[in-house]
Nanobody, 123 residues
């Protein structure tokens, strides 16, 4: 049974940093890639970044390049999203998800999802 569990969200001030974690279990092999999405209230889920399970190659949406960094610790089966220089518009629920596609930039290409972690940035 595949499980993705996000953690690390919370309340931050504008300009702060947060690191989100996505602990994965039950994925059958390294062919799965992990993506991070976010969903603000009343908005659709938006792709942010992804990391390949086999090579660690990364891909970023232009709007978060330079501020967000995705990384993985294979020994811990955990993927991280380091978010720096947070802005109020980063307020959303953040989700990690697993896909065999690369680069999967739409939610429908992901097979497994975590429950999400809330990030709230106050200005």
């Amino acid at each position: 049974q595949v499980q993705l569990v996000e953690s690390g969200g919370g309340l931050a001030q504008a300009g702060d940093s947060l690191r989100l974690s996505c602990a994965a279990s039950g994925l059958p092999d390294s062919s799965y890639n992990i993506g991070w999405f976010r969903q603000a209230p009343g908005k659709s889920r938006v792709f942010l970044t992804a990391i390949r399970g086999d090579s660690g190659a990364t891909y970023y949406k232009d709007s978060v390049k330079g501020r967000f960094t995705i990384s993985s610790d294979n020994a811990k089966n955990t993927v991280y999203l380091q978010m720096n220089s947070l802005k109020s518009e980063d307020t959303a629920v953040y989700f990690c998800a697993a896909s065999r596609s690369w680069v999967a930039r739409t939610a429908n290409l992901y097979n497994y999802w975590g429950q999400g972690t809330q990030v709230t940035v106050s200005s």
